[in-house]
């Protein structure tokens, strides 16, 4: 057999090349998405993006469903790195119809007012986007079955507060346990809470607090997130749990966030319970802004003061001293510095 005939010899592999990279001129010009269908990502499922479109004429951050539909999406490739996540506004194009079977791109994200991160640990370097553009961190907590846990609490507002996100403390099954003690935690901070019991009806003033605004609830598995959705939105029908006999710990029942339009107006995000709330992103420096008081105070600190009770010159203790701030909220604003060193438990 001559070379020429080995050469296109179909089990001899080595003879194909592979076809070469960037055969064709790249062009400066992009892509033009003028035209293309403004929505809400409302969930996320292996690589899939449901997607709320609202009617021509109506505002995204309205809850109401007139005209609303969900689209199917996928990220394009042209997005490159950029992530998609619950929350986020993006802009489609493709089949919006929102038909079953059709599929749309995500061709562009829209800037984000807001990002809410965690890391899966204290040691994990990877910071994991939850929800963007959200107004309120809503801590959801129970006050018995399973107890509450403070140190988490104390590291969701960490959280919120680097995030630029208002918290809202919500304490469910008071009907079990008072609430008087854990609000007095954190009332020197000025965290609003809200309180609520299984015996009775949801009160206006939670609903109060979440109208026309987008509220992530965040919270340990058993405590009740569900079960508020489903009293806010009787239509959502998200999944409960028990509560464990053998770990005292809620069962988890969401699998992934979801973001749901509220029928009196506004947006809620229903996140899966969580075990650990990481911190590995947050630089203790930016914390200090949320508290405008104790940050103005701080710059008279000397140059790398991290304001924690070691320090043998923070202003904060001068401060105190003298009568300018009060002891009990410089206590709590360094009880959320200690809680970035993670505990078994929290």
């Given at each position: 057999?001559?070379?020429?005939?080995?050469?296109?010899?179909?089990?001899?592999?080595?003879?194909?090349?592979?076809?070469?990279?960037?055969?064709?001129?790249?062009?400066?010009?992009?892509?033009?998405?003028?035209?293309?269908?403004?929505?809400?990502?409302?969930?996320?499922?292996?690589?899939?993006?449901?997607?709320?479109?609202?009617?021509?004429?109506?505002?995204?951050?309205?809850?109401?469903?007139?005209?609303?539909?969900?689209?199917?999406?996928?990220?394009?490739?042209?997005?490159?790195?950029?992530?998609?996540?619950?929350?986020?506004?993006?802009?489609?194009?493709?089949?919006?119809?929102?038909?079953?079977?059709?599929?749309?791109?995500?061709?562009?994200?829209?800037?984000?007012?807001?990002?809410?991160?965690?890391?899966?640990?204290?040691?994990?370097?990877?910071?994991?986007?939850?929800?963007?553009?959200?107004?309120?961190?809503?801590?959801?907590?129970?006050?018995?079955?399973?107890?509450?846990?403070?140190?988490?609490?104390?590291?969701?507002?960490?959280?919120a507060y680097d995030a630029d996100v208002e918290p809202l403390l919500c304490l469910t099954k008071a009907d079990l346990a008072?609430?008087?003690?854990?609000?007095?935690?954190?009332?020197?901070?000025?965290?609003?809470?809200?309180?609520?019991?299984?015996?009775?009806?949801?009160?206006?003033?939670?609903?109060?607090?979440?109208?026309d605004r987008v509220s992530v609830l965040v919270g340990h598995s058993g405590v009740g997130k569900s079960t508020l959705v489903?009293?806010?939105?009787?239509?959502?029908?998200?999944?409960?749990?028990?509560?464990?006999?053998?770990?005292?710990?809620?069962?988890?029942?969401?699998?992934?966030?979801?973001?749901?339009?509220?029928?009196?107006?506004?947006?809620?995000?229903?996140?899966?319970?969580?075990?650990?709330?990481?911190?590995?992103?947050?630089?203790?420096?930016?914390?200090?802004?949320?508290?405008?008081?104790?940050?103005?105070?701080?710059?008279?600190?000397?140059?790398?003061?991290?304001?924690?009770?070691?320090?043998?010159?923070?202003?904060?203790?001068?401060?105190?001293?003298?009568?300018?701030?009060?002891?009990?909220?410089?206590?709590?604003?360094?009880?959320?510095?200690?809680?970035?060193?993670?505990?078994?438990?929290?």
């Open positions: 057999m001559s070379s020429r005939q080995r050469r296109f010899e179909v089990d001899d592999h080595e003879s194909y090349g592979r076809p070469a990279r960037r055969t064709r001129p790249r062009t400066k010009q992009r892509p033009n998405y003028a035209g293309a269908t403004t929505a809400v990502v409302v969930t996320r499922d292996r690589g899939r993006y449901t997607c709320r479109v609202e009617a021509a004429d109506g505002d995204r951050r309205d809850g109401g469903d007139a005209g609303a539909r969900q689209v199917i999406a996928m990220r394009a490739r042209t997005l490159g790195r950029t992530s998609v996540i619950v929350g986020d506004r993006v802009r489609l194009v493709g089949d919006v119809t929102g038909d079953p079977g059709t599929l749309a791109r995500i061709v562009e994200v829209e800037e984000r007012t807001t990002v809410l991160r965690r890391t899966a640990d204290d040691d994990d370097p990877i910071e994991r986007p939850i929800v963007a553009n959200a107004d309120q961190l809503v801590i959801v907590t129970a006050l018995a079955d399973p107890p509450p846990r403070p140190r988490l609490i104390d590291r969701c507002l960490v959280a008072s609430p008087d003690d854990l609000l007095d935690i954190y009332r020197p901070l000025g965290v609003p809470s809200v309180v609520t019991r299984h015996d009775e009806e949801l009160g206006d003033l939670v609903r109060e607090r979440l109208t489903n009293t806010l939105i009787p239509d959502a029908h998200r999944a409960t749990g028990e509560v464990s006999d053998v770990t005292g710990r809620g069962r988890h029942t969401s699998t992934q966030a979801v973001m749901l339009a509220l029928p009196f107006g506004g947006w809620i995000v229903d996140t899966p319970g969580i075990r650990s709330f990481g911190l590995a992103h947050v630089d203790p420096h930016r914390l200090i802004g949320a508290f405008g008081d104790l940050d103005d105070v701080a710059e008279e600190c000397p140059r790398g003061c991290t304001h924690q009770r070691t320090e043998p010159e923070c202003a904060l203790d001068e401060a105190v001293a003298d009568g300018r701030l009060d002891p009990a909220r410089v206590e709590s604003y360094r009880r959320l510095l200690d809680s970035r060193e993670f505990h078994a438990g929290d």
